[in-house]
């Protein structure tokens, strides 16, 4: 009996890290102030709202064409450097995600998004980027899967490792984009990527939160019980 | 010949530096600019730089040439292997060579090793 998670449960994850995206907007953007160039939080709002508005013009029939369709937006609709980063992660879990999706196939497509970041940004955990939220997050996952946890659980590690993993970064001397720049004085801040990949990570913990229990469904039925 | 895309966070920049690379290589040099993002600001916008490819594109392979950032990284999403390359080089002095390059027929592999090229010149000491 493995839960499943339904294209209602991806639209809600998006629905979900809009609102909180634009909630967080200022603080975001103060961050990106330090150390950035001051964009990131309306960069995400705007790309995240783009997003919400495709999902409800073209309600998607699955978990993929959810995902794929939030990370086209991104790609397209952003204008910094996160729409590419943000875009291609989605873009390319949602080219590695088998339906029915359960746990175990969304951590690995989830790890699947991460590595197209470090690959597109030619970035690693330790360079004071997103990654260093998404990667340790990635991991939880991993290995909440393995033990066995329900995902409102394995989200809430994921969650939290993504939050230690933002606050790791306020040490760091980032090595890549505009903040590099600065060397040494990157230092002390946190960096602004990080925090917003926690936020979007955060989300699933309160989507699946508000699951009702009629959304548990045996994968071997194949139900999807999409909400659409 | 060769279409060549400049990629920048500023429409001004893109659109002076496809100026300059026209008026040294020539007026007919397939140089656009895809500058800024739609609304104006600094940034990058794969509307422009699709349509300044298609504007371009004259079936003989196109090369993206971004300044930093964002642009790169919205450059390596849009390459195409053999068709749409993407130049890792220095941007004004990459646009120039590898717009004297394409004027001049040049096929889309000499085109990128111009380009490339620019990585050598040196303004003070020489080689």
Redesign the interface.
Known sequence: MDTVLDTAFFVAWFEDAAKVIRLRREDLTRLDAAIG?A?HGV?LDRGFTEVRKALADWPPASPVQVLVSAGTTL??R????S???Y??AFRQMGKALEEPVTLARFAGAFEAGVVAVER??KAAPGDKTMLDALVPASRALAQAVHEGLEPREAFERAARAAEEGTQATIPMRARK??ASYLGERSVGHEDPGAASSALIVASLVTVAGGMPDGMTDDVADGADGAGG | MVGIVLVAHSAGLAAETAALARGIAGAEAPVAAAGGTEDGGLGTSVDLIERALASVDQGDGLVLIPDLGSSVLTARLLAEPGRVELADVPFVEGAIAAAVSAAAGAPLADVLAAAADAWTYRKVSGP
Do not use: K, M, T
């Not at chain 1, 952003?78 to 450097?81: D, F, I, N, T």
């Open positions: 160039d964009d960069n790609i397209r952003v204008g910094g450097a729409g590419p980063l875009g291609s597109l940004g984009g505009r």
